[in-house]
């Protein structure tokens, strides 16, 4: 690809030796850990499903009660426990799981003979990745078969009813309206359960829970879908928070094709603590990586709560810093959807060509990624007339420097969750900007020296800088001092912290080592 | 007595302008119903003057209707926080200089399950919302801003703790009137420690009005477009007329 900013490739791969040296003490302390969640993961993976009466998830209630029986027990792994009842008890994972739901307790039996245990947990992982395999070998079938049929970029929806069976129908208009992703929104505060829920659930705040029958009954409801429009619809959810790894698990079992999940979100936007989030993003990321899932990193929010013309550097910044994790888990370049975002005050003078600026920068500096780009929404209000033109805008700059997934922008943003018709009218526009600047990427050049290219090599510096000042002070650190997102994260701090696991020397997940195998993940 | 209509292109010519959803497949007959749907709206004239298919079942319509009801501007009474325009952040400052003699203590945060610091950030953050700086920034003022997802007791607490002037209740999500539920709770939390009268009580949000907020008892509500100066000259006039 010709480069339109002529930015310094020197620069950008001095950015990218920063980065890698900025996440090598992290991917350390990840190493030696895991976490309630990767555990309860690894359970569901090994096929730990169901629910107590209560609502407890099974996962839930064999790591709690290895935890209750011996504090420091997790530090093996709570796989070598699920697996051991699981020989004892003549190998029938569903009346295992109804026994657990119903009070059993896999601690309360000795662990038997150590070979058999492993032998019977490999004979598990290679059946579960058969399946996920066997998901990403269909997904890739599809999107073969009917090549050429989605738009580029892909047209991306929301859908969020709080019930899932209302959220089906939404999905099917908007798919047939001409939607190539359909997200469905988590309901708020989801991302603070330290558990998954149980089943098919009608009601939610703001969004629907994701569970795994809920992931079940929305994949149906696409493929149905899908069908009809000879057009593959893919299906996107929210790998972040407490849970990131175990809904990772469920989005590759159910053939989920994007998940939300980066690496610092928990951390700075939901007070997530800074060690279990980042054990729990490596997990997750493995996962999503062996299942073919393009995730969507969150670099949309830095703009969402600074300014986002002087803080452009931090997405920048956060974009190499996903980047890198997510090589650090085996994902390929074509499975990092990440994101940035059209928040820009409409009252900037040249603001456009700003925005026009950091998205061509953002192509150039990754070329196979496929980029998630943001709508304007802090900037909207309730005058849907203006919105309009703002997501005018915004499409135009997306198509204009080649973007990957494209979140459709709903003039009716700030006011309430989607009419049928707001996302009609945002498809509408995005075919009409996109039909109609087709040919604009590959015709037009821009000038030296100009406003464009001259906001983008500040960009990158101002990244550089940023990001030394990062290497110098330690991630950790710069975190706790509220570097990102001008957000002071304590490293003790924040949820989930006690959900930490140091792993110990006998510690056992049969599924990570297989997933590091699998990826070529050599540490 | 001023009687108003919509108005088009000519005094009380009552246009109004109109666009929704029909659970109907698109065709003449969709039109046709639109168009008596908005004459059954009390319309003295309806065109239709653009329809799409949205789904099989479902079509979209833009529509114009002529009205002749009309409204005496003279009786209405606006649903406003403050009839008086709002004092800038200087002036802000001067007069809690003048009249308060002491910083101004105030506590917010986004309550209950609501994540969304979306609307406490652009009152309390230094940066503020457009151009309008928020309270953070005012040097007469000490500004907690506790982020989202607090619980109202610990609030409350942390109120209490800092010994606050005003507390700050944002509520974004108002699906099945969660915003109703947690503001309730959050005076009568209050008014159980016999605190009420403590702390001058302020609900903002997108769809939180003032007429609300107080009948829920709060002191004051901010809904759209209010900044962080309308907030501060209410907490300052207020609090310099509560001592």
Excluded at chain 1, 249 to 274: C, K, P, Q
Excluded at chain 2, 152 to 157: C, H, R, V, Y
């Amino acid at each position: 690809m010709n480069s339109k900013l002529n930015l310094p490739a020197d620069r950008v791969a001095y950015a990218r030796e920063l980065a890698e040296r900025i996440t090598a003490p992290v991917q350390d302390f990840i190493d030696g850990h895991s976490s309630v969640t990767v555990e309860r993961a690894t359970l569901r993976l090994a096929g730990a499903d169901g629910a107590s009466p209560d609502g407890v998830p099974v996962a839930n209630l064999v790591v709690d009660r290895i935890r209750a029986a011996d504090p420091a027990a997790l530090e093996d792994g709570a796989t070598v426990r699920y697996v051991n009842a699981l020989l004892k008890s003549g190998g029938d994972v569903r009346a295992l799981n109804d026994r657990i739901a119903a009070g059993f307790d896999v601690t309360s039996l000795p662990l038997g003979d150590r070979a058999a245990i492993e032998a019977k947990a490999d004979e598990i992982v290679a059946g579960t990745l058969a399946r996920i395999k066997g998901n990403r070998e269909f997904r890739e079938g599809k999107l073969e078969q009917w090549k050429g049929r989605n738009n580029s970029p892909l047209l991306y929806l929301i859908v969020a009813t709080g019930n899932i069976y209302e959220d089906v129908k939404q999905a099917a208009a908007a798919a047939e309206q001409g939607a190539d992703v359909i997200a469905v929104i988590r309901t708020t505060a989801q991302s603070l359960l330290d558990y998954v829920p149980y089943g098919a659930t009608t009601e939610g705040f703001g969004g629907t829970y994701a569970t795994q029958e809920n992931f079940r009954i929305m994949r149906a409801a696409l493929d149905e879908v899908a069908e009809k429009q000879r057009r593959y619809i893919r299906l996107t959810n929210y790998a972040s928070g407490l849970c990131m790894p175990e809904i990772a698990a469920m989005g590759a079992v159910e053939r989920l094709d994007m998940m939300l999940n980066d690496s610092m979100y928990g951390i700075l936007f939901r007070d997530i603590n800074m060690y279990r989030t980042f054990v729990d993003q490596m997990f997750s990321r493995m996962l999503n990586s062996y299942a073919g899932v393009i995730i969507n990193t969150g670099e949309d929010n830095y703009l969402t709560t600074s300014d986002a013309y002087e803080k452009a550097y931090t997405v920048l910044a956060s974009q190499l810093l996903n980047e890198r994790f997510g090589f650090r888990a085996g994902m390929p370049s074509n499975l990092l959807g990440l994101g940035h975002a059209f928040e820009m005050d409409p009252t900037l003078k040249n603001g456009f060509m700003y925005e026009l600026a950091e998205a061509q920068m953002a192509r150039e500096i990754f070329p196979d990624c496929p980029l998630k780009y943001m709508p304007p929404t802090k900037h909207m209000s309730g005058d849907i007339f203006k919105g309009t033109e703002m997501n005018t805008l915004f499409n135009f700059v997306s198509k204009a420097t080649n973007q990957g997934i494209h979140l459709l922008g709903m003039l009716t943003e700030a006011i309430h969750t989607p009419f049928m018709m707001d996302r009609y009218l945002a498809v509408e526009n995005a075919r009409y900007v996109m039909n109609y600047v087709d040919g604009f990427y590959d015709d037009v050049e821009f000038k030296k020296d100009g406003i464009v290219v001259s906001r983008a090599h500040q960009v990158l510096r101002e990244t550089i800088e940023f990001l030394e000042h990062v290497e110098k002070t330690g991630m950790f650190d710069a975190i706790e001092q509220g570097l990102f997102a001008e957000m002071k994260r304590p490293k003790d701090g924040g949820k989930g912290f006690e959900g930490l696991v140091k792993k110990g020397p006998a510690y056992y997940n049969p599924f990570e080592k297989a997933l590091k195998r699998e990826l070529g993940i050599v540490r | 007595m001023k009687v108003v209509r919509p108005y088009g292109d000519t005094m009380d010519d009552g246009k109004v302008q109109l666009s929704f959803t029909l659970p109907v497949p698109d065709g003449a007959k969709g039109r046709e119903a639109a168009r008596k749907l908005v004459l059954s709206w009390g319309f003295k004239d309806c065109e239709v003057v653009h329809s799409a298919p949205l789904a099989a079942e479902f079509s979209f319509y833009v529509a114009y209707g002529k009205t002749e009801s009309s409204i005496d501007y003279d009786s209405v009474v606006a649903d406003e926080a403050s009839a008086d325009a709002s004092m800038s952040m200087d002036e802000v400052n001067e007069y809690i200089r003048r009249n308060i003699g002491r910083k101004v203590v105030v506590v917010g945060a986004c309550t209950g399950f609501d994540a969304h610091t979306v609307g406490i950030d652009a009152i309390m953050n230094m940066k503020g919302y457009n151009h309008h700086f928020g309270l953070e920034r005012y040097p007469e003022m000490e500004a907690y801003n506790l982020g989202a997802q607090v619980p109202n007791e610990k609030l409350i607490d942390y109120a209490v703790k800092v010994n606050a002037d005003a507390i700050l209740v944002s509520q974004v999500v108002t699906q099945k009137d969660t915003h109703i539920h947690n503001m309730t709770e959050f005076i009568e939390l209050l008014e159980a420690k016999g605190l009420r009268d403590k702390f001058i009580c302020v609900a903002g949000g997108p769809r939180i009005g003032n007429k609300l907020a107080v009948e829920l008892g709060f002191d004051v509500g901010f809904g759209r477009g209010a900044y962080a100066d309308d907030v501060a000259t209410f907490v300052v006039k207020k609090l310099a007329e509560k001592n």
